[in-house]
C-alpha cells in the first residue's frame, strides 16, 4: 500500500475488522478528502474485489475493481433524476482490496464474514468484482440477517450449473451456490444462455426461481421484477455481460442480444422502490486497454446502485428548480 491511498487510521479502526481504508480521493468517486474526511462514517462501503479463479473464456476480471474505481474519478456526482449530487446524502467509503484466497471455498467463507461485518455496522455493501464467483459469500451474510432474502440477477447466463470443471464454486454455479439456502429465492432478468445440464434444477425450483428471459424483454418489463420482490429484502447482483456486448464487450463471455442501459437502470430503481436492497455487487469486468466506455459504464452504474438503494428510486415528479422539459420558453412577439 502507497501513502497516497491508504487513509490514517484512528484507534477505533485499528480495531476494526474491515480492512484499511483508501483516502476518499483514491476510493470510489474520487471524493475530496472534506467530503469524506470520517470513512467509518460513510453509509456505504465499496469493497473491491479482484478474484480470478475460474473464469472459462476469457480473462482479466483480476483487474476489473480497479479499473472501475479509476474510471468513477471521471463520473459527474450530480444526478438528474434526483437533482443533486446524492453520494453527499449518504457518502462512500472504499476499503482496500481484502486479500483474496486461492481456494474458491475460503473465498466465499472470508467475503461472507466481511460482508456480515458490514452489515452489522448498519452499512451498505458494494463488492466490485472480479469473476461471478463471489457472490455466494455476501448472499449468504445477507440472508442470515435478512429472512426471506430474494437476489435479484441481472446476467446473460443462468448460471445455474452445479459446478464446473471440477470447480463447485465456479462463477458458471454461482446462483446455484446462492440458492443452497432454502429460504433464497431468485428473480433473474436478461438471461440467454443456458446448458441443458441447469435444466432440471431449474424446473424442479420454479416455486423460487423466476426468469425474465432476453428474447422475450418486449414481453416484461421492470414493475414485473418488482413486483416479485415486493415488500423484501433484495441482494442486486449484476453481471455485467447482462447488458448486450455491444455496450458491454468488456467481460469474458459477451453475449449478443442483452439489455440496454436504461432497461437495467430502469430494473434497480424499480427494485429499489418495491424492496429493500441491503447489498449489491457488479461483476466480470474485464476491462480493455484503450477502450474506457465499459469501465465507465461499471462506475456509473455502480453509483446508480448506490443511490437507488440508499436513497429510494428518484421523484416520479420533477424538482421544482429542474427546469421543464424542453428547457426555456421560447420568445414570442
Not at 476494526?16 to 474520487?30: D, I, Q, V
Not at 462512500?92 to 467475503?111: C, H, K, N, Y
Not at 425474465?212 to 416484461?220: E, G, I, N, S, V
Amino acid at each position: 500500500m502507497t501513502d497516497d491511498t491508504t487513509a490514517a487510521q484512528t484507534d477505533d479502526d485499528a480495531e476494526s475488522p474491515l480492512p484499511p481504508y483508501m483516502t476518499a480521493e483514491a476510493g470510489f468517486l474520487g471524493l475530496p478528502d472534506a467530503d469524506a474526511s470520517a470513512p467509518e462514517a460513510a453509509r456505504a462501503v465499496v469493497v473491491p474485489f479482484p478474484i480470478e479463479r475460474s473464469v472459462s473464456y476469457g480473462g482479466g476480471t483480476a483487474r476489473g475493481p480497479d479499473a472501475i474505481r479509476l474510471a468513477s474519478h471521471q463520473v459527474e456526482l450530480f444526478d438528474e433524476s434526483y437533482w443533486c449530487e446524492p453520494v453527499h446524502r449518504y457518502g462512500v467509503a472504499t476499503v482496500e482490496p481484502p486479500r483474496v484466497p486461492g481456494d474458491l471455498s475460503q473465498m466465499v467463507d472470508e467475503l461472507a464474514t466481511l460482508t456480515g461485518q458490514i452489515l452489522d455496522a448498519g452499512r451498505f455493501p458494494l463488492i466490485l468484482g472480479g469473476e461471478h464467483s463471489l457472490t455466494p459469500g455476501p448472499v449468504r451474510a445477507a440472508a442470515a440477517r435478512h429472512p426471506g432474502l430474494m437476489v435479484v440477477q441481472i446476467d446473460a447466463h443462468a448460471d445455474l450449473r452445479d459446478g464446473y470443471e471440477d470447480e463447485p464454486y465456479s462463477h458458471a454455479a454461482a446462483m446455484r451456490r446462492c440458492l443452497d439456502d432454502p429460504g433464497v429465492g431468485l428473480v433473474a432478468a436478461g438471461i440467454r444462455n443456458i446448458s441443458a445440464e441447469e435444466i432440471p434444477f431449474l424446473e424442479a425450483n420454479r416455486h423460487r426461481i423466476a426468469i425474465h428471459w432476453a428474447k422475450d424483454k418486449a414481453r416484461w418489463s421492470a414493475a414485473d421484477i418488482a413486483d416479485a420482490v415486493r415488500g423484501k429484502p433484495v441482494y442486486l447482483t449484476v453481471d455485467l455481460d447482462g447488458f448486450d456486448s455491444s455496450l458491454m464487450p468488456a467481460t469474458g463471455t459477451p453475449e449478443p442480444g442483452g439489455l440496454m442501459w436504461d432497461e437495467v437502470v430502469a430494473i434497480v430503481r424499480a427494485v429499489a422502490g418495491a424492496g429493500t436492497i441491503v447489498g449489491a455487487d457488479v461483476v466480470e469486468l474485464a476491462p480493455i486497454d484503450g477502450l474506457h466506455a465499459p469501465d465507465f459504464l461499471a462506475a456509473k452504474l455502480s453509483y446508480t446502485i448506490l443511490t437507488a438503494a440508499l436513497l429510494g428510486p428518484p421523484p416520479a415528479t420533477p424538482s421544482a428548480h429542474e427546469p421543464a422539459a424542453g428547457g426555456p420558453a421560447a420568445a414570442t412577439d
